[in-house]
């Protein structure tokens, strides 16, 4: 893996990576055989180096689309974390109820939606709600990997959910456009109006159009931050498959300071939203 720079900014205690994954190795968590694309190897080990380096205690293991809905990987890491993981399950209508129960037990908060053409695109949205209407009684949310393009269409939907749910990566919207382009109005529109919608400060260098260190997805960041300092996470995407530009995550954690100058949105950000959200002791 690249070597992360060490960062300036040190993370409060409790810090959590709320989005980030885990990937091989593959002889013993082979991916799925129909996948949309195949990742570097990025282990349990690495990502518990890349942890330490920028100084957070907590993490939240998104399960990636290349393991389809089997969701060992990320099981087994929370297994073996003494409390300081989490998970988001990549799951299906044909799931049991045992096995939803099965996740849940062992660490699971949340399952997720790609929308995205080149993943696959929008999935079966009967089967959405059919998996929707079974998780409510576990307490888990929708974690949502879709463009704010799109939610002139979906956002209807999304605030007709009973259950929380979450945008990735500020909604994949396009960092050169400016503040007033109408997907990020709309994703600033819904967070204002619906309290069960979070977003992931996460993926500066999906929406950055300059490149590294990403400095102009700030006042995007800042934007969200300040609509709804209780309901904004966190993360480093790491290990940043399918990425324009690598970035470096001890960058990515310096980029926390401007994204929140004040120390009382960067404890909501880091340690209590996501221990609210993913329930994590405080």
């Given at each position: 893996m690249p070597r992360i720079m060490a960062p300036a900014f040190k993370p409060p205690p409790l810090s959590c990576d709320a989005h980030c994954h885990i990937f091989g190795?593959?002889?013993?968590?082979?991916?799925?055989?129909?996948?949309?694309?195949?990742?570097?190897?990025?282990?349990?080990?690495?990502?518990?180096a890349l942890h330490d380096r920028i100084g957070v205690e907590r993490a939240v293991i998104v399960n990636a689309t290349p393991y389809g809905r089997d969701n060992t990987v990320i099981l087994d890491a929370i297994a073996q974390s003494g409390g300081r993981y989490r998970g988001i399950a990549n799951v299906d209508d044909r799931m049991t109820?045992?096995?939803?129960?099965?996740l849940a037990s062992g660490g699971i908060?949340?399952?997720?939606?790609?929308?995205?053409?080149?993943?696959?695109?929008?999935?079966?949205?009967?089967?959405?709600?059919?998996?929707?209407?079974?998780?409510?009684?576990?307490g888990w949310h929708v974690d949502l990997y879709l463009e704010a393009a799109d939610l002139d269409e979906m956002a209807p939907r999304l605030e007709?959910?009973?259950v929380p749910y979450?945008?990735?990566?500020?909604?994949?919207?396009?960092?050169?456009?400016?503040?007033?382009q109408p997907g990020f109005q709309r994703l600033l529109a819904l967070v204002r109006r619906d309290e069960k919608c979070w977003v992931k400060i996460t993926g500066p260098e999906r929406i950055s159009r300059i490149g590294p260190p990403f400095h102009d997805a700030v006042a995007y960041?800042?934007?969200?931050?300040e609509t709804a300092p209780d309901r904004v996470l966190w993360g480093t995407d790491?290990?940043?498959?399918?990425?324009?530009?690598?970035?470096?995550?001890?960058?990515?954690?310096?980029l926390v300071p401007l994204y929140a100058?004040?120390?009382r949105h960067r404890q909501l950000l880091l340690v209590d939203n996501p221990a609210r959200l993913f329930r994590f002791p405080i």
């Open positions: 190795p593959v002889d013993r968590y082979p991916y799925a055989a129909a996948r949309p694309y195949t990742p570097q190897e990025a282990p349990l080990p690495a990502f518990k109820g045992a096995e939803l129960e099965r908060d949340g399952c997720r939606f790609t929308f995205l053409s080149r993943l696959g695109g929008r999935p079966d949205m009967s089967a959405f709600d059919r998996i929707v209407t079974r998780i409510v009684p576990l007709a959910l009973p979450v945008i990735d990566h500020m909604g994949v919207i396009d960092a050169s456009a400016g503040l007033q960041a800042r934007a969200l931050i790491w290990p940043h498959p399918n990425v324009p530009y690598m970035p470096d995550d001890g960058d990515l954690i310096d100058p004040d120390e």
